[in-house]
């Protein structure tokens, strides 16, 4: 044998070495798949599901907004002067009517008693020359002097009474007076500011929602809030909607009241309201994770005779877990929740239903 045989023969040999060196399961191809494929049919993919049910759905929505007072009043003083008694104590409930603040009133008080003398001159006056204008001793002019000059003195002293009043001053409604600014003694001109008196029960929320819901919404409407300060739920109802949509944010903004009796909700407080635009009833409702997006729509998979099926859905209102199924599914089927990108039309699962 030459040696140009040899060196083929030892290169054929290490050629067949080297080919089952990197392939050595070539033979063994068809019958694993064999195996692989009856392993599967063996073992069947474990899946989560649940059983669809009738559901009550809140079509809600979550705002922010603030408290405000009922009502509230800054109180000043329509006319100036020293403050002569102040009748209030600071956060203290008070009376319509009830009397806060005395003015120093003695200046106006003398003019009123110097106008009673001169209204009691004048009515002598005037009774004088109303008999001897019975007697035609004095003409029809000069009574009517006498008398205007009665009725002038009368309307000085109604001035005078109203400037009196004005030295008072009153709370304007039953609510809650805050810090006050004056202290007896001091000069209190126009402009200042005294106390403000606040009403809060009930209490005022104002808040606003976009305008796309404003058909939807009506006033009698029922809110929950909730603020910062208490863990706790409290109820208002809408009383008040703007009629018109703000051109800036257009937003729709509201007003609803809420009872406050114990006083324990303040103005100035940050709420976080849900809104209630509607009520499901019977509402079909699944995970959003079993819900899968498709080109033309959305699919599900549900069990149905032991078998895996897809079916088309229609999808309504979704929460923070779940949305709402309006059509493609029915009281009683079995959706499939977990699994779902490892599982195809036909094939068999081992299922665990779960409640949603």
Known sequence: MNR??????????????IFFIFFPDIFSTEAGSVNTVQTSEERNIPVNGIV????????????????????SVVLKSEVAGVVQK?????????KKGQLLLQL?????????????FTKKLNEDIEYRQKQLLAREAISQEEYETALTTLNTTLADIKVRQVQLQKHQIRAPFDGIIGLRSVSEGSYLNPADDIATVYNINPIKLDFSVPGKYSSEVDIGDRILFRI???????EGSIYAIEPQIDPRTRSLRIRAKSSNPDNRLLPGQFAEIKLTLDTYEEAIMIPTEAVIPELNGKKVFVLENGSVQNRAVQTGIRTANSIQVTSGIALGDTVITTGILQVRPGMQVDLTLEEL
Request: net charge negative; proline share 2%.
């Open 4 to 17: 140009t045989i040899r060196l083929l023969l030892v290169l054929a040999i290490a050629a067949i070495a």
């Open 52 to 71: 669809a049910r009738r559901n009550t759905l809140d079509n809600s929505l979550k705002i922010t907004g603030s408290l405000l007072p009922n009502e």
């Open 86 to 94: 102040i009748s209030f104590t600071e956060g203290q409930k008070v």
């Open 104 to 116: 120093d009133d003695a200046e106006v008080a003398a003019e009123i008693e110097k106008l009673e």
């Open 228 to 234: 910062d300060a208490m863990d706790e739920d409290f």
